[in-house]
């Protein structure tokens, strides 16, 4: 019979400047495996080039590049789930049925919820919301198969993902209008959450103003990789207006990619991005303009 890793089991790991500890990939809880990286680091001279993904695990390697991916209509796509998760939120928590349909695009779900109770007469106060959120991940969780069933990752996304998970010093995770536990399951319902790191990202449940959701994992993969990040190593990569504003307002580099509905590649440079793709087909260009 297979036995899970411990949540606390460390790897020894031969790193190109020295000999540490790592958390087993599949632990859930890096804290020791952190404290032994700290009190036995491995060489400071941080060489970039040497570190490779599976030492990143103890948190000693540099984070040179922190990527930070939109999820809906930059990564997958998953027709009608957004709308169906916020209407069984409205009517188990107020009985209402959700009749004025928000657009939904760009926007963090507390916005969201917050716009829909307004516009159903409803007092949008925190325990409500909070309320609306949970319902949100209940109702996910519900339809999972349902998720798997209309989601896919969008062309190139995999491929992307897949590559730049092999670059020593990235680090990948999410902003994400969605609340945390609906992120996870949509990105699992195609298969893609096996290169983000949730614990260190931001989420809809967070904050009304997606530049905020940017500064949040921004200081989480800083305190969790003990580390400073520049403007120039936190890149956002999403489909809407929101996504490049949200780069901006925290000072990251804003990329682009014009596959959300009703956004243009012209809205998209208008907005402030430093680069635009039509798609994420061409990984060699994606990879080249997070990590110039
Ligand atoms: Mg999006």
Excluded at 55 to 64: I, Y
Excluded at 144 to 173: E, K, N
Aim: aromatic residues 4%.
């Amino acid at each position: 019979m297979s036995k899970s890793p411990s949540a606390h089991a460390l790897t020894p790991v031969v790193c190109g400047s020295g000999f540490g500890f790592a958390a087993h990939p599949a632990a859930t809880t890096p804290t020791i495996a952190s404290a032994i990286g700290f009190l036995m680091p491995l060489s400071r001279e941080r060489p970039s080039t040497r570190c490779t993904p599976l030492c990143q695990l103890c948190f000693t390697c540099p984070v040179e590049r922190l990527v930070l991916w939109d999820i809906d209509r930059t990564l997958v796509t998953m027709a009608g789930v957004g709308h169906a998760l916020l209407a069984q939120a409205l009517q188990v928590t107020t009985g209402v049925e959700l009749v004025h349909q928000p657009e939904l695009g760009g926007k963090t779900d507390r916005e969201l919820i917050t716009t829909v109770l307004t516009a159903h007469g409803l007092d949008a106060a925190e325990p409500l919301i909070e309320r609306m959120h949970a319902e949100m991940a209940v109702a996910a969780h519900e339809r999972t198969d349902h998720m798997r069933a209309v989601g896919f990752a969008l062309p190139g996304a995999s491929a992307v993902l897949a590559a730049l998970a092999t670059v020593p010093g990235v680090v990948q995770s999410v902003v994400t209008g969605n609340i945390a536990p609906v992120a996870r399951l949509k990105l699992a319902a195609v298969d893609l959450d096996r290169f983000i790191d949730f614990e260190i990202g931001g989420y809809g449940s967070e904050s009304l103003v997606r530049g905020d959701l940017v500064n949040l994992a921004r200081s989480r993969a800083a305190r969790k990789h003990r580390t400073t990040l520049s403007n120039e190593s936190v890149i956002v990569i999403g489909d809407t207006v929101h996504d490049i504003v949200g780069a901006k307002f925290s000072g990251a580099v804003a990329i682009g990619v014009a596959t959300g509905l009703n956004t243009t590649a012209d809205h998209l440079h208008a907005a402030g991005a430093d680069v635009v793709f039509s798609s994420l087909e061409d990984t060699a260009a994606v990879l080249a303009a997070v990590l110039a």
